[in-house]
T-cell receptor, first 119, second 113 residues
Framework: GAGVSQSPRYKVAKRGQDVALRCDPI?????LFWYQQALGQGPEFLTY????????KSGLPSDRFFAERPEGSVSTLKIQRTQQEDSAVYLC?????????????????FGPGTRLTVL | DQQVKQNSPSLSVQEGRISILNCDYT??????FLWYKKYPAEGPTFLIS?????DKNEDGRFTVFLNKSAKHLSLHIVPSQPGDSAVYFC????????????FGTGTQLKVEL
């Protein structure tokens, strides 16, 4: 069965370039999350969508980071004017959210991540 | 401020023995705790979870213990197998914080033959 997919798997950018990272969640999953994982650290929350609505963007580190999910399925994380400190693995996760379900059943399924290196 | 801490960056155990991975947290508003396992070049995969109203949850070889008064949880793997070698992340969910997770820094487990 298809899991969460992310593309590209690896991206090298020159400082100052804009990048776009894509996430294809599991079909039918309502919730979508983006996390940033720096080397030697755990994933850190960036932003959360429920369908096309961005309900929480409190983790986005600066206004250079922008995420969208216009049709409630595929999501794109865009980073403008990349800096060296943006180098990290960007993880996408999705979960099936149904208001009838207990949130404790709401497992997040992660994609393999996109490794971004900014030179 | 690291709200979820895994103080052991690595752990090495022999095959067949028990592996114990530890996790501490500081925020008493966390209501749900999870363990994820991660292999290189793959995303984390869910392993086991526990609600804050329980003190133990068991699933096959994996058991998670929660001590709320100490703000401490642990993952026990018995018996350990070479395929368990991976990075293990502890994660927590905040009451009323939606379903976003706060992760620890991970512990690299190596199970040796």
């Amino acid at each position: 069965g298809a899991g969460v997919s992310q593309s590209p798997r690896y991206k090298v950018a020159k400082r100052g370039q804009d990048v776009a990272l894509r996430c294809d969640p599991i079909s039918g999953h309502v919730s979508l999350f983006w996390y940033q994982q720096a080397l030697g650290q755990g994933p850190e929350f960036l932003t959360y969508f429920q369908n096309e609505a961005q309900l929480d963007k409190s983790g986005l580190p600066s206004d250079r980071f922008f995420a969208e999910r216009p049709e409630g399925s595929v999501s794109t994380l865009k980073i403008q004017r990349t800096q060296q400190e943006d180098s990290a693995v960007y993880l996408c996760a999705s979960s099936f959210y149904d208001r009838a379900l207990d949130l404790s059943d709401n497992e997040q399924f992660f994609g393999p991540g996109t490794r971004l290196t900014v030179l | 401020d690291q709200q979820v801490k895994q103080n052991s960056p690595s752990l090495s155990v022999q095959e067949g023995r028990i592996s114990i991975l530890n996790c501490d947290y500081t925020n008493s508003m966390f209501d749900y705790f999870l363990w994820y396992k991660k292999y290189p070049a793959e995303g984390p995969t869910f392993l086991i979870s526990i609600s804050s109203i329980k003190d133990k949850n068991e699933d096959g070889r994996f058991t998670v213990f929660l001590n709320k008064s100490a703000k401490h949880l642990s993952l026990h793997i018995v018996p350990s197998q070479p395929g368990d070698s991976a990075v293990y992340f502890c994660a927590a969910r905040l009451t009323g914080g939606g379903n976003k997770l706060t992760f620890g820094t991970g512990t690299q487990l190596k199970v040796e033959l």
